[in-house]
């Protein structure tokens, strides 16, 4: 399994992202798949996922902002952030698996 994620970008306090992740060898479909974020210093924190049934669980700080997404006929995973704050800041990683075990190379998220 390879993930592949991409996206990130430098925005402005308020502004909008949509990050990608393309997995080869599985399925988005089949899969539950979830968001994670880390800041300097700081520990990993699960943002959101996405169950093989739909089901989506997001942390507090971003509900209401975040969205986890997904496009099955392209095999795509999404993170779309709207209203993004200076905490938000962080190097985003796609994760799946039995324990979301496997984890993408990340991409960086810096609001200003």
């Known amino acids: 399994v390879q993930l592949v994620e991409s996206g990130g970008g430098s925005v402005q306090t308020g502004g909008s992202l949509r990050l990608s992740c393309a997995p080869s060898?599985?399925?988005?479909?089949?899969?539950?798949m979830a968001w994670f974020r880390q800041s300097p210093g700081k520990e990993p924190e699960a943002v959101a996922a996405?169950?093989?049934?739909?089901?989506?669980a997001y942390t507090d700080s971003v509900k209401g902002r975040f969205t986890i997404p997904r496009d099955n006929a392209e095999n795509t995973l999404y993170l779309q952030m709207n209203s993004l704050k200076t905490e938000d800041t962080a190097v985003y990683y796609c994760?799946?698996?039995?324990?979301?075990?496997?984890w993408g190379q990340g991409t960086q998220v810096t609001v200003s």
């Open positions: 994760a799946t698996g039995w324990a979301f075990d496997y």
């Open positions: 060898g599985l399925s988005v479909s089949d899969s539950s």
């Open positions: 996405i169950r093989r049934d739909d089901l989506t």
